[in-house]
């Protein structure tokens, strides 16, 4: 494989992240496995977007096995396997691409973050906030709402009781790891393309804001075409160290 590719396409940060200033401050860049936009050029132009950042360290994390809960019509087991094996394949596919990374580093999965020790602590009290906090219970109804109705103009014959049940489910299982773990873990900023969903911005008012607002803070991304395209040099040379001991069934 050539050491310099190109990149025909420029990230850059949306509703206002041009105006942070990022040095010496660590961020998570969020890997929906399965979407677009964490593939090929718009992978690279956003490590692109970090190197130029300024960033002081980069946590990749790998949100493969949250995808179980979008794998309709598996049995659990049979949707966490295909889980972890789109997530050994998107590293497989990507590693080189990361390579790109002139940050410090390291990529975990998304089964390392759920064996956090605080994990269980975290979720309960997500939990108990849900019981409590009406304003959190209708955001998440909304977010689901959105899902299900997009689920709904594509299969007419979906299990849309059972669908929006998994939804619930996929947000109360990320929002403990994203909000609460990522602050403690001193994690300024999470880079995702897409904008917080309500039921994540609701959550993050809720949780993050009255003790630790610059923590966790959402920047996401938009991508528009370059005239000319720039290169993208490859390292090689130097790989990370991360775990794929994810759990398999």
Same mark, same amino acid.
């Given at each position: 494989?050539?050491?310099?590719?190109?990149?025909?396409?420029?990230?850059?940060?949306? !509703?206002?992240?041009?105006?942070?200033?990022?040095?010496?401050?660590?961020?998570? /860049?969020?890997?929906?496995?399965?979407?677009?936009?964490?593939?090929?050029?718009?992978?690279?132009?956003?490590?692109?977007?970090?190197?130029?950042?300024?960033?002081?360290?980069? !946590?990749?994390?790998?949100?493969?096995?949250?995808?179980?809960?979008?794998?309709?019509?598996?049995?659990?087991?049979? *949707? $966490?396997?295909? *889980?972890?094996?789109?997530?050994?394949?998107? /590293?497989?596919?990507?590693?080189?691409?990361?390579?790109?990374?002139?940050?410090?580093?390291? @990529?975990?999965?998304?089964?390392?973050?759920?064996?956090?020790?605080?994990?269980?602590?975290?979720?309960?009290?997500?939990?108990?906030?849900?019981?409590?906090?009406?304003? &959190?219970?209708?955001? @998440?109804?909304?977010?689901?709402?959105?899902?299900?109705?997009? $689920?709904?103009?594509?299969?007419?014959?979906?299990?849309?009781?059972?669908?929006?049940?998994?939804?619930?489910?996929?947000?109360?299982?990320?929002?403990?790891?994203? /909000?609460?773990?990522?602050?403690?873990?001193?994690?300024?900023?999470?880079?995702?393309?897409?904008?917080?969903?309500? *039921?994540?911005?609701?959550?993050?008012? &809720?949780?993050?804001?009255?003790?630790? =607002?610059?923590?966790?803070?959402?920047?996401?991304?938009?991508?528009?075409?370059?005239?000319? =395209?720039? =290169?993208?040099?490859?390292?090689?040379?130097?790989?990370?160290?991360?775990?794929?001991?994810?759990?398999?069934?």
């Amino acid at each position: 494989m050539s050491k310099v590719q190109e990149i025909n396409l420029k990230a850059y940060f949306n !509703k206002g992240g041009e105006e942070h200033e990022f040095d010496g401050k660590r961020v998570v /860049l969020a890997v929906s496995v399965g979407q677009e936009y964490h593939e090929d050029q718009k992978l690279r132009s956003t490590i692109h977007l970090i190197n130029q950042s300024g960033f002081s360290h980069v !946590k990749v994390v790998v949100a493969d096995t949250l995808q179980r809960h979008n794998k309709h019509g598996k049995s659990p087991g049979e *949707a $966490l396997s295909a *889980a972890i094996r789109d997530g050994d394949a998107w /590293l497989a596919r990507n590693q080189s691409i990361l390579d790109g990374l002139r940050v410090p580093y390291h @990529i975990t999965r998304w089964n390392q973050e759920l064996a956090s020790d605080r994990y269980a602590e975290l979720r309960q009290q997500l939990d108990e906030v849900y019981q409590q906090r009406e304003e &959190l219970r209708d955001a @998440i109804d909304s977010t689901i709402g959105v899902f299900t109705e997009r $689920l709904r103009l594509r299969d007419e014959h979906a299990d849309i009781e059972r669908a929006a049940a998994q939804c619930r489910e996929y947000i109360l299982e990320e929002i403990p790891i994203i /909000l609460p773990l990522w602050a403690d873990e001193g994690y300024h900023y999470v880079l995702y393309p897409q904008q917080m969903t309500t *039921a994540m911005a609701t959550s993050r008012e &809720l949780l993050i804001e009255p003790h630790s =607002p610059d923590r966790v803070r959402w920047l996401p991304l938009k991508f528009k075409k370059r005239g000319i =395209p720039i =290169p993208f040099t490859l390292p090689g040379a130097i790989h990370p160290n991360w775990t794929s001991g994810a759990i398999a069934i």
